[in-house]
């Protein structure tokens, strides 16, 4: 089983981008010759027929060992397909979502009462550079590139580029932070981030701007968790016990201190101080409206 397993992997990575870069050229208009394309097909039967097998013996063998129908699917596939790849297929396709949903002006999930908390502020102006900078990239390759096939693939990955890097930012602004009408917290970013902190486990909650190094997420020693836009986190939330989060590629970890970037921290500190008393706003309050909080910039 191991060794179908190692085989079964490695004739995805090795043959599906084949498959990949020939649909683009069918869908481009490209004219492959007919041995090539006989040649790819026949890879990618044999590699579905490997996957097949492999996944079937996974399968039954779950469903051996007691487990449904769905678990043992579901099971079967976690084994054969890399967390990494699968986490990276469904940011894709929420990111895509969140794209129509940008379009529609509509926002992901938000409670009934709850406060939307923006983020997207200081990487707004980065993201929309780099689509200008995706776009001259596009035109410019279409210009000096005289092969009409690589002309075809390279259009077709530039204008997909383009279109991810939109739904990128489309993510960001329809899933928004959200405290909901009990105080609870909802973290996010985009597709790529999602953590939900109930209000029992809020201790206090403090708009306290850091700028912290690392990536995106970014855990120390303490159980310090940094959720970072634009190199800078402006609310700090204290938490009553540890909470466990996934990260984007799907290793998990646990923190007890969330520090993450708010547009308006202030309103955001005070919407978690008056939900805990059940008081949450549905819109941002007026500065003078707010509770008080404690402040360090």
């Given at each position: 089983m191991t060794v179908g397993l190692r085989v079964a992997r490695g004739a995805v990575w090795a043959v599906l981008p084949t498959e990949v870069v020939l649909i683009v050229c069918v869908v481009a208009g490209v004219r492959i010759p007919g041995v090539v394309q006989l040649v790819a097909e026949v890879l990618v039967v044999g590699v579905l027929v490997v996957e097949a097998a492999v996944l079937w013996r996974l399968y039954a063998a779950r469903r051996r060992a007691g487990a449904g129908w769905w678990e043992a699917w579901r099971s079967a596939v976690g084994v054969l397909v890399p967390v990494a790849v699968r986490r990276l297929v469904v940011h894709e396709f929420r990111a895509l979502h969140s794209l129509g949903l940008w379009v529609l002006r509509r926002r992901h999930r938000i409670p009934r009462g709850a406060l939307t908390v923006p983020y997207t502020g200081p990487q707004t102006g980065t993201m929309y550079?780099?689509?200008?900078?995706?776009?001259?990239?596009?035109?410019?390759?279409?210009?000096?590139?005289?092969?009409?096939?690589?002309?075809?693939?390279?259009?077709?990955?530039?204008?997909?580029g383009v279109v991810l890097v939109l739904a990128l930012h489309a993510a960001c602004v329809t899933r928004p932070h959200v405290v909901e009408g009990d105080g609870s917290l909802r973290v996010r970013y985009g597709a790529l981030f999602d953590l939900r902190v109930p209000a029992s486990r809020i201790a206090s909650a403090r708009v306290e701007r850091r700028y912290p190094d690392g990536g995106?997420?970014?855990?120390?020693?303490?159980?310090?968790?940094?959720?970072?836009?634009?190199?800078?986190?402006?609310?700090?939330?204290?938490?009553?016990?540890?909470?466990?989060?996934?990260?984007?590629?799907?290793?998990?970890?646990?923190a007890r201190t969330l520090r993450f970037h708010a547009d308006d921290p202030r309103a955001a500190v005070a919407a978690l101080t008056r939900g805990r008393a059940g008081r949450v706003p549905s819109s941002v309050p007026a500065p003078e409206a707010t509770a008080p909080f404690s402040t360090r910039e």
């Open positions: 550079a780099f689509l200008f900078v995706c776009v001259v990239e596009t035109v410019v390759l279409a210009l000096v590139i005289p092969w009409p096939l690589v002309h075809a693939i390279l259009l077709v990955v530039d204008v997909y995106l997420v970014r855990v120390d020693g303490d159980g310090v968790l940094d959720l970072v836009v634009g190199s800078q986190t402006t609310v700090a939330v204290e938490l009553v016990e540890p909470v466990e989060f996934v990260r984007p590629l799907g290793r998990r970890g646990s």
